[in-house]
């Protein structure tokens, strides 16, 4: 094990400018300067048992630490007001529950103050309101109703798409498939 220990050492070159803490007269080869050296070191590797327990779920502080308000949020499978298109419903779940598990999101604005300069939604203090990006895959319907309000999807004219989650205070969620010029408050349920 010494000898396993000295050879690392050596082609380290941890040792070899440590000539003032050994005796003179083992003259410049490094590895008589090693050797003395080590026999002089207390170089006893003693081996722990560690018990390593790891826990998976969010602390208070992790909670905190999340960079997405979301302590009003609630799991769910599917979407009230109805949507028409399952494509969406699972878009939208999907995004609310990685926004409450606090998973990176893609996008840098995913999770920004929203500022409602529209003024769609109720007016509230600045930081109320969080944006995120909704991602509608292919094979999603282009004509769509939300409860009794028919949509047509809007082109996408980058990688972000149109369609975008707001929530506000951490436990509304308002859904706009207009980029921002109309809003649907909906809620996550169970089916």
């Known amino acids: 094990m010494k000898k396993l220990l000295l050879t690392i050492l050596v082609s380290s070159g941890l040792f070899l400018n440590a000539t003032d803490t050994v005796n003179k007269d083992l003259g410049t080869n490094p590895i008589n300067q090693i050797s003395t050296y080590a026999e002089k070191a207390d170089l006893s590797i003693v081996q722990k048992d560690v018990n390593l327990t790891i826990d998976l779920s969010l602390s208070n502080d992790e909670k905190s630490a999340c960079q997405y308000p979301n302590d009003g949020l609630n799991y769910g499978t599917d979407v009230t007001p109805k949507i ?12 609310v529950t990685k926004i409450i598990k606090c998973e990176k999101l893609p996008y840098k604005e995913d999770g920004q103050i929203f500022i409602n300069k529209e003024g769609l939604l109720p007016q509230m203090e600045k930081g109320y309101y969080r944006e995120y990006t909704l991602i509608i895959p292919s094979g999603s319907q282009k004509e769509f109703n939300v409860g009794d309000t ?13 369609e975008r989650i707001v929530i506000g205070g951490g436990s509304i969620i308002y859904y706009t ?13 169970n089916k």
């Not at 498939?177 to 349920?189: A, D, G, M, N, R």
């Open 84 to 95: 028409t298109d399952p494509v969406r419903v699972n878009a939208i779940v999907s995004l």
């Open 150 to 162: 028919h949509f047509t999807a809007y082109p996408s004219y980058s990688g972000r798409g149109p």
């Open 177 to 189: 498939p207009t980029h921002y010029e109309s809003f649907v408050q909906i809620k996550l349920i």
